[in-house]
């Protein structure tokens, strides 16, 4: 339901302006703005004739590592420790333009192999297959991760051969699942995907809010994470999660997601960055077949101006490409045939990037089916893009008549079956061949933890963990002392996923000259708050709280300080909050970890010089928790304090007012705080006994048993198609999806909420007096029925109370704008009654 929800797979982009229903609707196909003389050649071309088709940046030249009928529509790829390619293969996608027989299982995964070097690969073998539109595949233990949403398997090779001899389900829930009796509503656009073993031996994955560890034989521990991007997962040195959304291409958590999950009562905390960049695109092929492509605003030369399918953004950490390329990202654009590159730097404590080069990208295509998805670091250090090559990528969801009628004009349907792998090495490079790591033995994989290629690092890294070859401890612990410091992290975390840290290796390496290290350190102290060493644990990270300057390393302090659920580390960390005033995301960090504690801090803030930037967010905490005891202690402190504190005080405690307006707090009596002026938005928090109801307040009627039924298909359907975006809870994703809880646009006119489904929304949007900036798609393709369960569902969802809305409703709607090809803006829509 939000801007960022039709990227089907890695590759659908916003492709509609108006949804028809099949059967017709009697739609005007708005003109293309690209005249037809001006489209070139649209037909697949062998990989020999797309090789000639790319411009890639100077210094740099583009080689093929694989093709049909090797590897059919390849969609991801992750290299094996042997040095082989493991490919997600989804040949069930889009068979026609309507997207019937999608549900054969005909999908699989692949292992490519390069049997004499010389850098292409040779050798095709079938891991598993009879999949039905598969996402995943990470290698894992004897076998690999493999996911085909909603399931999540564990597929061992314990014979050796190559082939998965069974399937051990890991999860059941890694993406939307088909409505039971309808299977029209099949959405592929969400399922987790782009498993990373991460820097913390955690595996994340990109759509999808859990993490799993490794235990060994097959077994893997659960934990929660943050539902994060759409397409694609990569990591820096620091261990950060990068990810994207089809119109913003670089986003990331500057912080473990799982620090932002911990504190109900801040929802604002959260770590997520979207660094600063341009989010414009520089194609060499005139882009008519894409999202908006008609609207001229859209447009420069006949080209989209702005990415539409961003997905796959990859932080390149290898040792091939020069020394100007380590730690730049890169981000793929299927719907415009370009992969672009940005320069990242942290300033100020925030991570910019900036455009590599000026009006072109690092590749760039004039085939129309040259489809870049996703992209990896190699064994030998090249940058590795994987190419759909399809002519139609649009899932049926999102195919909107426009888009149909140039697919059926161009002949994109076919054929499929197609894809390439390519290789992007420096024109100087020589061949490396790949190493196979599956065979070293434990003592000869340590030293490659400091390896200078990061595929290295991390197969070294995964591979220790899952021996957990005790032997090995005694040279890890000394390559904590050792000369690089990738290589000192490294075997930190080696260690913590073995379970062997002593604390003295770890307090070692919380005075190490590298940020990363230390920041490492810090974190993997958190362990030992449940053991022997606590207070030791606990009264270094206190001291070091007063010292470290580099503000990645203070976030991590925060976060982690908060887990010891000390009032000594809070009060230490309020003291690091007024020490360090310019920090972008402090105070955000420490206030994810004071669940239960904030009153008893605010108190300490109120009393001494210390914490004075908390004291909003504190207070704010304290409504949130709507504790009728707390809340009441907070309002007497708010009373006795003076006029400077008071102000502050309730501007924290009312700052989410509007989400107090039925869920309030019931408190014994009327506060006497309430005779003061200037607390009127608090008095509207609050309720308690003999309180006047508001004049004209009106319970909501309960639903009727159609109504409920509705509703829990519109439950049912939210989860699988609004969730990823405006979050399960509604609170929405910032800079992504609004909130829809107590947002206006929901609980307001349904004529105005049902043309925001139907043809979707773009510009900036007022939600509860905060603007956001927004690219929604239409949902119309759903159905009258879907999309009024849908409605019906967030409008009495959360204690809103707001009317359902009818299936006749939708269609009555429908059939009033049938003639409108253009989503909406806030200034049309407010026009609206």
């Given at each position: 339901m939000s801007l960022s929800r039709i990227l089907a797979l890695p590759v659908l982009f916003l492709a509609s302006t108006v949804f028809a229903q099949?059967?017709?609707?009697?739609?005007?196909?708005?003109?293309?703005?690209?005249?037809?003389?001006?489209?070139?050649?649209?037909?697949?071309?062998?990989?020999?004739?797309?090789?000639?088709?790319?411009?890639?940046?100077?210094?740099?030249?583009?080689?093929?590592?694989?093709?049909?009928?090797?590897?059919?529509?390849?969609?991801?790829?992750?290299?094996?420790?042997d040095g082989r390619m493991w490919v997600v293969e989804m040949l069930g996608y889009m068979p026609d333009i309507h997207g019937n027989r999608?549900?054969?299982?005909?999908?699989?995964?692949?292992?490519?192999?390069?049997?004499?070097?010389?850098?292409?690969?040779?050798?095709?073998?079938?891991?598993?297959?009879?999949?039905?539109?598969?996402?995943?595949?990470?290698?894992?233990?004897?076998?690999?991760?493999?996911?085909?949403?909603?399931?999540?398997?564990?597929?061992?090779?314990?014979?050796?051969?190559?082939?998965?001899?069974?399937?051990?389900?890991?999860?059941?829930?890694?993406?939307?699942?088909?409505?039971?009796?309808?299977p029209e509503l099949a959405n592929p656009e969400h399922g987790a995907n782009s498993p990373l073993w991460a820097l913390d031996n955690w595996i994340y994955f990109a759509e999808y809010a859990a993490r799993f560890r490794w235990r060994g034989a097959g077994a893997f521990e659960r934990s929660l994470s943050s539902v994060r991007g759409q397409y694609g997962l990569s990591q820096d040195d620091f261990g950060?999660?990068?990810?994207?959304?089809?119109?913003?291409?670089?986003?990331g958590d500057m912080w473990p997601s799982h620090y932002r999950l911990r504190n109900p009562h801040y929802a604002k905390s959260g770590g997520r960055i979207a660094p600063p960049v341009s989010q414009a695109v520089w194609p060499i092929r005139v882009t008519p077949g894409t999202n908006r492509a008609y609207i001229p605003e859209n447009m420069a030369g006949h080209k989209i101006k702005n990415f539409t399918a961003a997905c796959s953004p990859w932080i390149y950490r290898g040792d091939l490409f020069p020394a100007d390329a380590l730690g730049n990202a890169f981000a793929c654009e299927p719907a415009l045939h370009l992969v672009k590159r940005d320069i990242?730097?942290?300033?100020?404590?925030?991570l910019v990037a900036r455009e590599a080069y000026q009006q072109r990208e690092f590749l760039a295509s004039t085939d129309e089916r040259f489809r870049p998805v996703s992209l990896t670091t190699g064994p030998d250090g090249a940058l590795y893009v994987i190419d759909f090559y399809r002519g139609i990528i649009q899932h049926r969801i999102s195919l909107s008549p426009y888009l149909e009628k140039y697919i059926q004009e161009h002949d994109l349907v076919e054929p499929r079956g197609l894809g390439r792998i390519w290789r992007i090495v420096p024109e100087n490079a020589?061949?490396?061949?790949?190493?196979?790591?599956?065979?070293?033995?434990?003592?000869?994989?340590?030293?490659?933890?400091?390896?200078?290629?990061?595929?290295?690092?991390?197969?070294?890294?995964?591979?220790?963990?899952?021996r957990a070859d005790i032997a090995t401890v005694p040279a890890l612990e000394a390559l904590t002392r050792g000369e690089a410091a990738l290589g000192r992290m490294h075997a930190l975390w080696t260690l913590d996923g073995m379970g062997k840290s002593p604390w003295p290796v770890v307090e070692s390496a919380l005075a190490d000259a590298d940020a990363r290290v230390r920041n490492s350190a810090v974190r993997i102290a958190e362990g030992f708050f449940a053991g022997d060493v606590r207070a030791a644990a606990v009264s270094k990270l206190i001291a070091l709280s007063t010292t470290e300057a580099d503000s990645q390393v203070q976030t991590q302090i925060a976060l982690t300080l908060g887990e010891a659920k000390d009032s000594k580390a809070d009060q230490a960390l309020a003291a690091m909050a007024s020490r360090v005033t310019d920090h972008p995301y402090l105070v955000e960090a420490?206030?994810?970890?004071?669940?239960?504690?904030?009153?008893?801090?605010?108190?300490?803030?109120?009393?001494?010089?210390?914490?004075?930037?908390?004291?909003?967010?504190?207070?704010?905490?304290?409504?949130?928790?709507?504790?009728?005891?707390?809340?009441?202690?907070?309002?007497?402190?708010?009373?006795?304090?003076?006029?400077?504190?008071?102000?502050?005080?309730?501007a924290g405690f009312a700052a989410d007012a509007a989400d107090f307006t039925r869920r309030t707090v019931k408190l014994e009596a009327r506060p006497a705080l309430l005779d003061t002026p200037g607390t009127e938005k608090v008095a509207g928090?609050?309720?308690?006994?003999?309180?006047?109801?508001?004049?004209?307040?009106?319970?909501?009627?309960?639903?009727t048993a159609d109504e409920q039924g509705r509703f829990e298909m519109g439950k049912a359907l939210y989860a699988g198609i609004c969730a990823g975006c405006h979050q399960p809870s509604g609170s929405g994703l910032d800079g992504i999806a609004p909130p829809l809880v107590d947002s206006e646009w929901v609980t307001g006119s349904p004529e105005r909420?049902?043309?925001?489904?139907?043809?979707?929304?773009?510009?900036?949007?007022?939600?509860?007096?905060?603007?956001?900036?927004?690219?929604?798609?239409?949902?119309?393709?759903?159905?009258?029925?879907?999309?009024?369960?849908?409605?019906?569902?967030?409008?009495?969802?959360?204690?809103?109370?707001?009317?359902?809305?009818?299936?006749?409703?939708?269609?009555?709607?429908?059939?009033?704008?049938?003639?409108?090809t253009d989503s909406w803006t806030e200034q049309e829509l407010l026009k609206i009654p």
């Open positions: 099949k059967g017709g609707s009697g739609l005007e196909v708005p003109p293309s703005l690209v005249p037809a003389e001006l489209v070139p050649d649209t037909r697949a071309l062998s990989a020999e004739e797309e090789l000639k088709t790319f411009q890639v940046a100077p210094g740099y030249r583009v080689e093929l590592a694989a093709s049909e009928p090797l590897v059919g529509d390849p969609i991801f790829a992750q290299f094996g420790p999608e549900d054969e299982p005909v999908g699989r995964i692949v292992i490519l192999a390069d049997s004499d070097g010389d850098g292409r690969f040779d050798q095709s073998k079938v891991f598993l297959d009879q999949l039905i539109m598969p996402r995943t595949v990470l290698p894992v233990g004897d076998g690999a991760l493999v996911g085909a949403p909603p399931m999540l398997w564990y597929c061992p090779d314990k014979n050796g051969d190559g082939k998965a001899d069974e399937k051990i389900v890991v999860a059941q829930d890694a993406g939307a699942q088909t409505i039971p009796g309808r950060r999660l990068f990810y994207n959304y089809n119109s913003g291409h670089l986003q990242m730097t942290l300033e100020k404590g925030k020589k061949k490396r061949p790949a190493p196979n790591l599956a065979k070293m033995d434990s003592a000869g994989l340590v030293p490659l933890l400091a390896h200078t290629n990061s595929w290295h690092r991390e197969t070294a890294q995964r591979l220790l963990v899952e420490l206030l994810s970890g004071v669940k239960g504690r904030e009153l008893e801090l605010l108190e300490h803030c109120l009393t001494t010089s210390s914490g004075k930037t908390l004291i909003p967010g504190l207070a704010g905490c304290v409504a949130a928790e709507r504790n009728p005891a707390r809340v009441t202690k907070l309002l007497t402190i708010v009373e006795m304090a003076g006029a400077t504190p008071r102000k502050v005080l309730l928090m609050l309720t308690w006994p003999g309180k006047p109801v508001p004049a004209g307040f009106k319970p909501p009627r309960a639903l909420l049902s043309r925001i489904v139907l043809h979707g929304v773009r510009g900036y949007l007022t939600v509860k007096k905060r603007r956001h900036q927004l690219d929604m798609p239409p949902l119309g393709a759903l159905g009258d029925e879907p999309l009024s369960a849908i409605l019906t569902y967030i409008r009495r969802e959360w204690e809103h109370g707001a009317e359902p809305i009818s299936p006749d409703f939708m269609k009555a709607v429908r059939e009033k704008e049938s003639r409108r």
